[in-house]
């Protein structure tokens, strides 16, 4: 079993950058898949960007975000990261990581959740 808290967030300018860390309990971080997902109001919660276990040579971002956000993470401090560039207004919402041995992948598939963190950005 894992468990997840995502920190950071808050207000941030359009245009501006983050790197918001997700840390991970236990000793056997290097052996979930990790994935970043957002809910934004009124709306279900969608699918941000995956890494696959181990050294995370595997990775995905949704369309809305290729180019401006990457996910990457850090075994020997059990964190998985969001890098953020770029930013704008629709970008604001709740950030969840999320956390699965088996499977990875877009879809809503993940055992373990964080708590969320909201992080808004204003024009």
């Known amino acids: 079993q894992v468990q997840l808290v995502e920190s950071g967030g808050g207000l941030v300018q359009a245009g501006g950058s983050l790197r918001l860390p997700c840390a991970a309990s236990?000793?056997?971080?290097?052996?979930?898949?990790m994935a970043w997902f957002r809910q934004h109001p009124g709306k279900e919660r969608e699918f941000v960007a995956y890494?696959?276990?181990?050294?995370?040579?595997?990775?995905a971002h949704t369309d809305s975000v290729k180019g401006r956000f990457t996910i990457s993470r850090d075994n020997a401090k059990n964190t998985v990261y969001r890098e953020m560039n770029s930013l704008t207004c629709e970008d604001t919402a709740v950030y969840y990581c999320?956390?699965?041995?088996?499977?990875?992948?877009?879809?809503?598939?993940?055992?373990?959740w964080g708590q969320g963190t909201q992080g808004t950005v204003s024009s």
């Open positions: 236990g000793r056997t971080f290097s052996t979930y898949h």
């Open positions: 999320a956390a699965d041995r088996n499977d990875y992948g877009p879809r809503n598939i993940y055992d373990y």
């Open positions: 890494i696959t276990w181990r050294s995370g040579e595997g990775t």
